[in-house]
């Protein structure tokens, strides 16, 4: 069985961990600088109120004048998403996150061990903590397990047969599908409103009007998402933090305590002279609040120079002056160095870039940015059934 561990509104959550006092309170979190201002998600309180996510922070502000916003804090929130999916690999889960507040996890390894399906289901609760108020769905498949999980009660676990999947899904709205809010308002037009309506449509009729990403909706609707789990490598990930005496704003103050902070982590004896491939930036604001931007390396490398050279232009990016500056290596390579051939293979260059770019790809985006096209079934007559993506693993 595949289990779905959601958090809702977990952005928000976070940035009201150490604020206790707020999580009765109408509260909504801000949105990013620079961006439209439209309004986060929002407490209980807020929505009791008529505020809604995506609402204009004018609209939301005129509807609830009691409305306090709260800065985000993508560095809070990575922090605490890690410690969440650290506890619950302790409790001896593999998990496959899918986004701050997603998790997912097979309960066939440890069903025997904790006492079945309900027992290892409430060992990641326990794990998790009430606090967070997690809600798990547990189902054959992926999709349905995240959609029982969005209708679960806080601090419970939904579990769903198989058999009874597609009768589950079907008055579940449309909002669960990975579709485009054109894509969603398109369907709506037609009279689709629920999961069910969808998967009562024609498989081709859906594909031929909204193509490859409706094919995969309907897919869904039906009950026929993937049934895989890839659990995550841990990641070795090495710190270091420098707080200032005072706000800086200064960005040659910010560039030498940058130095400094590289020079801190590169002599750590816990990086075994593995070169790092993404190397990520964060500071905490002195308005509340943080900021976090995360690099990249085309090439693995442990120069200063060339470490320098790659973060040194996002601290132009700080949208207010910094209180604490933090500086993390992940994805540390497996070897030392590199190995030099004396004569090179007849296209081994190219073969040799073009894997150190999709290793690249894969730092950035995740395991399954880089996938190959399998054939299952070239003799059907359908484009989206002939053959699958997997993803690749070299």
Same mark, same amino acid.
């Given at each position: 069985?595949?289990?779905?561990?959601? =958090?809702?509104?977990?952005?928000?959550?976070?940035?009201?961990?150490?604020?206790?006092?707020?999580?009765?309170?109408?509260?909504?979190?801000?949105?990013?600088?620079?961006?439209?201002?439209?309004?986060?998600?929002?407490?209980?309180?807020? %929505?009791?109120?008529?505020?809604?996510?995506?609402?204009?922070?004018?609209?939301?502000?005129?509807?609830?004048?009691?409305?306090?916003?709260?800065?985000?804090?993508?560095?809070?929130? !990575?922090?605490?998403?890690?410690?969440?999916?650290?506890?619950?690999?302790?409790?001896?889960?593999?998990? %496959?996150?899918?986004?701050?507040?997603?998790?997912?996890? $097979?309960?066939?390894? =440890?069903?025997?061990?904790?006492?079945?399906?309900?027992?290892?289901?409430?060992?990641?609760?326990?794990?998790?903590?009430?606090?967070?108020?997690?809600?798990?769905? +547990?189902?054959?498949?992926?999709?349905?397990?995240?959609?029982?999980?969005?209708?679960?009660?806080?601090?419970?676990?939904?579990?769903?047969?198989?058999?009874?999947?597609?009768?589950?899904?079907?008055?579940?709205?449309?909002?669960?599908?990975?579709?485009?809010?054109?894509?969603? $308002? !398109?369907?709506?037009?037609?009279?689709?409103?629920?999961?069910?309506?969808?998967?009562?449509?024609?498989?081709?009729?859906?594909?031929?009007?909204?193509?490859?990403?409706?094919?995969?909706?309907?897919?869904?609707?039906?009950?026929?998402?993937?049934?895989?789990?890839?659990?995550?490598?841990?990641?070795?990930? =090495?710190?270091?933090?420098?707080?200032?005496?005072?706000?800086?704003?200064?960005?040659?103050?910010?560039?030498?305590?940058?130095?400094?902070?590289?020079?801190?982590?590169?002599?750590?004896?816990?990086?075994?002279?593995?070169?790092?491939?993404?190397?990520?930036?964060?500071?905490?604001?002195?308005?509340?609040?943080?900021?976090?931007?995360? +690099?990249?390396?085309? !090439?693995?490398?442990?120069?200063?120079?060339?470490?320098?050279?790659?973060?040194?232009?996002?601290?132009?990016?700080?949208?207010?002056?910094?209180? $604490?500056?933090?500086?993390?290596?992940?994805?540390?390579?497996?070897?030392?160095?590199?190995?030099?051939?004396?004569?090179?293979?007849?296209?081994?260059?190219?073969?040799?870039?073009?894997?150190?770019?999709?290793?690249?790809?894969?730092?950035?985006?995740? =395991?399954?940015?880089?996938?190959? +096209?399998? !054939?299952?079934?070239?003799?059907?007559?359908?484009? %989206?059934?002939?053959?699958?993506?997997?993803?690749?693993?070299?």
């Amino acid at each position: 069985m595949i289990a779905c561990l959601n =958090i809702p509104a977990f952005a928000l959550r976070a940035a009201l961990r150490d604020r206790p006092e707020l999580r009765k309170a109408p509260v909504a979190l801000a949105a990013t600088p620079g961006e439209r201002p439209l309004v986060g998600p929002c407490t209980r309180a807020a %929505e009791g109120a008529g505020v809604r996510p995506g609402m204009r922070l004018s609209e939301a502000l005129a509807t609830c004048p009691d409305l306090h916003l709260v800065e985000q804090d993508p560095a809070g929130v !990575e922090a605490e998403w890690e410690r969440i999916l650290r506890r619950l690999e302790e409790a001896g889960l593999a998990v %496959e996150p899918a986004e701050p507040g997603c998790v997912y996890f $097979e309960t066939r390894g =440890i069903e025997r061990l904790a006492g079945g399906v309900q027992a290892a289901v409430q060992r990641a609760l326990d794990a998790v903590g009430s606090v967070w108020e997690p809600r798990v769905g +547990v189902a054959e498949r992926r999709f349905a397990a995240l959609a029982a999980a969005s209708v679960a009660p806080a601090g419970r676990a939904l579990v769903i047969d198989d058999e009874e999947t597609g009768l589950f899904l079907a008055p579940l709205p449309l909002h669960l599908l990975p579709l485009g809010p054109e894509r969603r $308002e !398109e369907l709506s037009e037609l009279g689709v409103k629920r999961l069910g309506d969808l998967a009562r449509l024609p498989r081709a009729a859906v594909a031929d009007r909204l193509g490859a990403e409706g094919g995969e909706a309907w897919r869904l609707a039906n009950g026929e998402g993937d049934a895989r789990i890839t659990a995550r490598r841990p990641p070795a990930e =090495i710190a270091e933090a420098l707080e200032f005496p005072e706000p800086v704003a200064n960005e040659l103050t910010l560039a030498r305590a940058l130095s400094a902070l590289l020079d801190r982590l590169l002599a750590r004896d816990e990086r075994g002279g593995r070169m790092p491939r993404r190397v990520t930036v964060s500071a905490r604001l002195v308005g509340g609040g943080s900021w976090r931007r995360a +690099v990249t390396l085309r !090439e693995p490398t442990a120069e200063r120079a060339r470490l320098r050279q790659a973060l040194a232009p996002k601290l132009s990016e700080l949208p207010a002056p910094a209180v $604490e500056l933090r500086l993390e290596l992940g994805e540390l390579t497996e070897s030392v160095g590199t190995q030099a051939e004396l004569v090179r293979p007849r296209g081994s260059r190219l073969r040799g870039r073009l894997r150190e770019g999709l290793r690249q790809v894969r730092a950035a985006v995740g =395991i399954d940015a880089v996938c190959t +096209v399998v !054939e299952v079934a070239p003799w059907s007559r359908i484009p %989206e059934t002939r053959a699958i993506l997997v993803p690749r693993d070299d």
